[in-house]
């Protein structure tokens, strides 16, 4: 399950309300979408930068602080994906969108979307391609493999 929201805020709104006008609300959404409260979700924020040198500043510095981070450009705009686990909860929320709203202001960033996925649920592409490497190296099928090498209580 994922959870995105988009936006094209100037970067005195971004100040203004942030990526995550109404914590609540989102924590509302994210539990109607069917991503559970009492786990751990992955967050991501989308930033764009108008500016390369700016860009290519907010991703050193973002590689320094506890964030996962992805650097792409697009056609108009650098892009900056900061990511990582985080509980729903809406201290755990609300300490990003602080965290995120200071980051942008620092280094000159607008937002484009913030992200919730689900870390309990199986990640497609992952699945895909062990069922391919699977099929490749022998006959028996992952599932199988995963039985076999599992004694009941273990998650392979």
């Given at each position: 399950?994922?959870l995105v929201?988009s936006?094209?805020?100037?970067?005195?709104?971004?100040?203004?309300?942030?990526?995550?006008?109404d914590?609540?609300g989102?924590?509302?959404e994210?539990a109607?979408?069917?991503?559970?409260?009492?786990?751990?979700a992955?967050?991501?924020?989308?930033?764009r930068?108008a500016d390369?040198s700016?860009w290519?500043?907010?991703?050193q510095?973002?590689?320094?602080?506890?964030?996962?981070v992805?650097a792409?450009?697009?056609p108009q705009?650098?892009?900056?994906?900061?990511s990582?686990?985080?509980?729903?909860?809406e201290?755990?929320?609300?300490?990003?969108?602080?965290?995120i709203i200071?980051?942008?202001?620092d280094?000159?960033?607008?937002?484009?979307?913030?992200?919730?996925?689900?870390?309990?649920q199986?990640?497609?592409w992952?699945?895909?391609?062990?069922?391919r490497?699977?099929?490749?190296?022998?006959?028996?099928?992952a599932?199988?493999?995963?039985?076999?090498?599992?004694?009941g209580?273990?998650v392979?």
């Amino acid at each position: 399950m994922k959870l995105v929201r988009s936006g094209n805020a100037s970067h005195g709104d971004m100040v203004a309300t942030g990526p995550i006008p109404d914590v609540r609300g989102l924590l509302a959404e994210a539990a109607a979408a069917g991503l559970d409260p009492h786990r751990d979700a992955f967050v991501s924020f989308h930033l764009r930068f108008a500016d390369r040198s700016a860009w290519e500043r907010a991703g050193q510095s973002a590689a320094s602080l506890a964030w996962e981070v992805s650097a792409y450009s697009r056609p108009q705009a650098h892009m900056l994906q900061l990511s990582g686990p985080t509980p729903l909860t809406e201290t755990a929320v609300e300490h990003l969108r602080a965290a995120i709203i200071a980051f942008a202001a620092d280094n000159d960033a607008t937002w484009e979307s913030v992200a919730i996925e689900d870390l309990a649920q199986v990640n497609t592409w992952k699945a895909i391609a062990e069922q391919r490497t699977g099929s490749h190296e022998d006959a028996e099928p992952a599932a199988e493999r995963l039985e076999q090498d599992s004694d009941g209580g273990e998650v392979a």
